[in-house]
């Protein structure tokens, strides 16, 4: 799975966060991944290879 990221991506998770929502905001890219919760806020780090198992859809910046 080659999905391309960036950061300030808007991105859709597989499960969802305890508050509700799977729409992510990509907020540090590098060897780990921090993504911040659009909803209420939290944030997580997680490495990459986790992250890219757990991406459902990229959502590109530009076209939100």
């Known amino acids: ?3 391309n990221f960036e950061l300030n991506d808007e991105v859709i998770m597989h499960k969802n966060h305890a508050c509700g ?3 992510w905001i990509i ?3 590098g060897v ?3 993504i911040k919760c659009k909803n ?3 944030e997580i ?3 990459r290879l986790e992250f ?3 991406l459902k859809k990229v ?3 530009e076209e939100i």
């Open 52 to 54: 890219q198992k757990k």
């Open 40 to 42: 209420c806020g939290r």
């Open 32 to 34: 780990d991944i921090k």
């Open 21 to 23: 929502t799977n729409l």
């Open 27 to 29: 907020t540090r890219v």
């Open 59 to 61: 959502l590109k910046h």
């Open 45 to 47: 780090m997680m490495d």
């Open 1 to 3: 799975m080659d999905k």
